[in-house]
């Protein structure tokens, strides 16, 4: 599966952003997503991630009570909504998807270039 990300850009302290995830096959309903991020010189960190019917959800420590991830298997899509944002929250963010479960460990096979979030103090 393909996936493209979007809705990254520039944001105040505070302010809150939609990222939006897209796949290629109208197959996402088989894929569980996930949301990761990555600053200059580290990994890709979990933030969210979403079971095949939306009825698990986990986040990041980090980003609980701040963000929201959801998904649409009608419209094939999958989004990361960000609020109270924080500098620290700056980072490329990816969408990712996999057809195992969530688990500590997970890290997904399918990847979409990602999509820059900026948060400014």
């Known amino acids: 599966v393909q996936l493209q990300a979007s809705g990254g850009g520039l944001v105040q302290a505070g302010g809150s952003l939609r990222l939006a995830c897209a796949a290629s096959?109208?197959?996402?309903?088989?894929?569980?997503v996930g949301w990761f991020r990555q600053t200059p010189g580290t990994g890709r960190i979990f933030v969210a991630a979403?079971?095949?019917?939306?009825?698990?959800?986990y986040y990041a420590d980090s980003v609980k009570g701040r963000f929201t991830i959801s998904r649409d298997n009608d419209k094939n899509t999958a989004e990361l909504r960000m609020s109270s944002l924080t500098p620290e929250d700056t980072a490329v963010y990816y969408c990712?998807?996999?057809?195992?479960?969530?688990?500590?460990?997970?890290?997904?096979?399918?990847w979409g270039p990602g999509t820059l979030v900026t948060v400014s103090s």
């Open positions: 096959e109208r197959t996402l309903s088989s894929y569980r």
């Open positions: 979403i079971n095949r019917s939306g009825g698990k959800i």
């Open positions: 990712a998807a996999d057809r195992t479960p969530y688990s500590s460990y997970w890290y997904p096979q399918y």
